[in-house]
């Protein structure tokens, strides 16, 4: 699944658009080296987003095509 989706089904970035604006902008990076939008995402890999003055950093525990807004969060997994 590339990025800029995994990131909207997952509601880590709530549009698309903006997840494809900020990887051209290069705020997000995907085991430690910058990502284009259409990077495809596996499960293990570490996604760190540096949008805003709080960066987040996860690790994509599954993938999958549509997620509920109650569902979403199982797909990843938030590292401190």
């Given at each position: 699944m590339r990025l800029d989706k995994y990131l909207k089904i997952t509601r880590l970035i709530k549009r698309r658009t903006v997840a494809n604006?900020?990887?051209d902008?290069?705020?997000?990076?995907?085991?430690?080296?910058?990502a284009r939008a259409s990077y495809d995402i596996k499960?293990?890999?570490?996604i760190e987003i540096n949008?805003?003055?709080k960066p987040l950093k996860a690790e994509v525990l599954s993938i999958s095509e549509y997620a509920t807004k109650e569902n979403a969060a199982d797909n990843y997994r938030i590292i401190p």
């Open positions: 604006e900020a990887c902008a290069g705020k997000i990076s995907v085991n430690g080296k910058i499960v293990g890999d570490i949008m805003g003055l």
